[in-house]
């Protein structure tokens, strides 16, 4: 069929070039949280994350990511995870690339072009949008463009299978209470500690979701109580970037930064039952001391266990999953642990929201100290502003005197 003059031309004029260009560099990581630690704002971020959670996505946001390419499916359908969302909405491009061609086609800094064709016209166009990734004008790969609408719609949708994500959690639980017993029990063996945390308050901080806001919320409650606190792994670089230092980093050390590692912190190596510490042989290269703890769970179950073991009075957790959405949220296997851990340590155990909302500081001597200074230089003012004054202040300074050579 013929084109119309000013119709189908235009159309296909339009469909010829790309509604949107993303360029850049590129910075590579298979796990999310390691990467954002070294992606430099409007770069292309390129993972291999299946169901981005919200976590991740807020940190990708922050990093200054430009795109995300991602070889794993960004959200599997197994549950309404909020991480594409948060990133769209953003206004970070999202594309789902198949396959791990991009992993061995690329390196960090390499420059990339990605392409996403036209909008949908007059409804001629279905299906979501494939993009093109291309190096040196040369086509690397296709991927899928998570779009806005498209992402809400299926978001929505997901929320009647809450149901079926709670029984799989359930069963995981379950799981864990089998063959985890020893965590639940408490039977841990812990090496001594030189920290100490008999009777004291101690903050455990994961860079979870709002950290950052509830470490500021909680900065009366750290200046009056002088918790001690504990990081896990990545919240040793949230704390300093708060101005705070940890007493103790409980982890695999994959996500601290060396700065954080040489901070003075007590440093503890959270390792697999058989001994296996991935993060030794980085702290050895580092040469700092450190000890090993070899314990079911995760490294934040770990870091609440040594608090509760070793006598703590309260833990407050800053960034850690606290109610079963952000447990779904997260999607995965270690979260049942945390569940049980939380479960086990139970009345000590507070969410550093409950802290900010329920914690009075104290006055502090500052505002005295102004006020009383200010009374005084009030008075002094009207006193020398008064000539009838002048001899009663005399006075009381000549009895002053009198009084401190009598006691002499």
């Not at 070294?38 to 940190?59: N, P, Q």
């Not at 036209?118 to 004008?137: H, V």
């Not at 155990?349 to 104290?362: E, H, T």
Request: glycine share 10%; with cysteine.
């Amino acid at each position: 069929m013929p084109l119309r003059p000013g119709g189908d031309a235009l159309l296909l004029d339009e469909l010829a070039r790309p509604a949107r260009v993303v360029s850049g560099a590129v910075r590579l990581g298979r796990r999310t949280k390691v990467l954002v630690r070294h992606l430099l704002r409007g770069e292309i971020a390129v993972i291999d994350h299946r169901d981005i959670d919200r976590v991740s996505a807020e940190e990708l946001i922050a990093a200054g990511a430009a795109a995300v390419l991602n070889c794993g499916p960004s959200s599997s359908g197994s549950y309404p995870n909020l991480g594409p969302q948060l990133l769209v909405e953003a206004g970070v491009l999202l594309v789902d690339v198949p396959g791990d061609g991009l992993f061995e086609a690329l390196a960090d800094g390499d420059e990339v072009r990605i392409e996403v064709p036209a909008a949908r016209a007059e409804g001629r166009i279905t299906g979501s949008p494939s993009a093109s990734i291309l190096r040196d004008g040369r086509l690397l790969a296709r991927g899928e463009v998570l779009e806005r609408a498209r992402i809400r719609t299926e978001t929505e949708a997901r929320r009647g299978e809450v149901g079926a994500a709670l029984e799989r959690f359930a069963h995981n639980t379950i799981a864990h209470m089998r063959e985890e017993r020893e965590l639940l029990a408490g039977r841990v063996d812990m090496p001594r500690f030189r920290t100490d945390f008999r009777d004291r308050s101690t903050l455990v901080v994961v860079r979870g979701v709002g950290h950052q806001r509830d470490l500021r919320a909680l900065r009366p409650f750290i200046r009056d109580e002088r918790p001690v606190i504990v990081a896990v792994d990545g919240g040793a670089e949230a704390l300093l970037d708060a101005g705070l230092t940890p007493d103790m980093i409980v982890g695999d050390m994959d996500s601290a930064g060396e700065a954080a590692l040489r901070c003075g912190a007590e440093l503890v190596v959270h390792c697999y039952r058989d001994g296996r510490a991935p993060g030794r042989e980085r702290l050895v290269r580092l040469g700092v001391p450190f000890k090993l703890l070899p314990a079911p769970g995760t490294s934040q179950d770990v870091a609440m266990l040594i608090a509760a073991e070793k006598g703590a009075r309260l833990i407050v957790t800053v960034g850690s999953p606290f109610n079963l959405v952000e447990f779904l949220d997260r999607n995965r296997e270690g979260m049942s642990s945390t569940f049980l851990t939380r479960l086990r340590i139970g009345e000590i155990l507070v969410d550093a929201k409950g802290v900010s909302r329920l914690y009075r500081p104290r006055p502090s001597l500052v505002p005295l100290l102004v006020v009383i200074a200010a009374g005084l230089i009030a008075m002094v003012a009207v006193v020398w502003m008064t000539p009838a004054l002048h001899d009663v202040a005399n006075l009381l300074w000549l009895k002053l005197q009198l009084l401190l050579g009598s006691s002499g």
